[in-house]
Every structure is written in C-alpha cells, then in structure tokens.
Antibody, heavy 118, light 108 residues
C-alpha cells in the first residue's frame, strides 16, 4: 500500500525557516517524481514544487522561488521541503504528492500544517 | 504560466441531479488535464486523468471530457458523499503545474 507521511509542520515566526519531510513507502520511490502542494486556510490547492526521480531537476512556483528548496533521498525514501524567509501567506497545509506520470498526482499524504505568525 | 479558470466557483444541487463543472485553460493544453476531489480534512483524490479517463475504483457517475482549452467534468447523479470541492489541474507545462480555483458542491 502506498503511504506518504508528512512531518515538520509547526508554528514559526515571519522570516523564520522550517524543513518539512515526507516519508514514502509501498512503492519504488526512486522511480517517481515527487511534489509539494499547499492549501491555505479557506483557499484552493496550489502547486509548490517538483523534483524529478533522479534529483537532476527541480521546479518551483514563482511565489516560493528563491526561498524554498525541494530535495530527496532515494535511500531513505524521503522528500524534503526546506522553507526559508517564511511569510504569513505561506501559512497552509502542505501535502506531499506522488507523481504517477509527468504531472499526474495519484497519491497524496494527509498534509502537515505550517503556520507563520508572530 | 497557464491559467486555469473553473466555473462555477460554487453550486447547490439536489441528490440525483446532474452536476456540470467547466475548466478553461489560457492556452491549448491538449488533453493534459486532471480532476480531483477534495473534502475538508482529507487528502485530495484523483478522479479523472488525461481529461476523460476514470481513475481505478472511482464510481462511473463521474466523467470528464474536452481537449485544447475547454474541459467539462460531470457527476451524472449527485450522491451525498459527493459533497466536496472539485479542482482541475493542467500538466501541459511541467515547469509550472497549475490548478483551477475549485468548485464547491453543496446539497440543496
């Protein structure tokens, strides 16, 4: 059974940093692109970042470019999201998502809540 | 970036009604479009991929169609468990993936 379990969400002050983790199991992790998608309170889904299977490429939404870094460890079957210079509008539930085939999000974690507030 | 415009933003329908949601892309995306269901406190669920293909174990009352810039998502007979927000998502541009704004479906 495919499982994606996010962790690391907490309350952080504006300007602070945080690292989210997503532990994957139940599939061949190194064969899949992985993404982070977020949902701010009362708002819609927003794609944040993607990393390809062999770590050779990563892309970001304009809103997080230069502040967030996605990475993965294909030995530990874990994908990370390093978030710096956090702002109030980064407050959201962050979902870890498996990519079945080039942009098709077939499995989602339950999400981890990041709150940016003083 | 490709913009995805969903309409309506919300709707109210009766059990058994046919529900139709549309999604318009700002440029031609062929059939690179997916539909997801999102319930409060739950992870989103893939329903339709490649514009018209039903995901495994998804009820056949859900369907999708369209290509290019105009897409349609239909619930043929609304059930109580279908109360959720539905999102379209394009993957023609793999550098920046984008969702529509969502359509909240409620029971009348």
């Amino acid at each position: 059974e495919v499982q994606l379990v996010e962790s690391g969400g907490t309350v952080v002050q504006p300007g602070g940093s945080l690292r989210l983790s997503c532990a994957a199991s139940g599939f061949i992790f190194r064969s899949h692109w992985m993404h982070w998608v977020r949902q701010a309170p009362g708002k819609g889904l927003v794609w944040v970042s993607r990393i390809n299977s062999d770590v050779s490429s990563a892309t970001y939404a304009d809103s997080v470019k230069g502040r967030f870094t996605i990475s993965r460890d294909n030995v530990k079957n874990t994908v990370y999201l390093e978030m710096n210079s956090l702002r109030a509008d980064d407050t959201a539930v962050y979902f870890c998502v498996r990519d079945r085939a080039r942009g098709l999000f077939d499995y989602w974690g339950q999400g981890t809540l990041v709150t940016v507030s003083s | 970036d490709i913009q995805m415009t969903q309409s309506p933003s919300s709707l109210s329908a009766s059990i058994g009604d046919r529900v139709t949601i549309t999604c318009q892309a700002s440029q031609d995306i062929s059939n690179y479009l997916n539909w997801y269901q999102k319930k409060p406190g739950k992870a989103p669920k893939l329903l339709i991929y490649d514009a018209s293909n039903l995901e495994r174990r998804v009820p056949s009352r859900f369907s999708g169609s369209g290509s290019g810039t105009h897409f349609t998502f239909i619930i043929s007979s609304l059930q109580p468990e279908d109360i959720a927000t539905y999102y379209c998502q394009q993957y023609d541009d793999l550098q920046v993936l984008t969702f529509g704004g969502g359509t909240k479906v409620e029971i009348k």
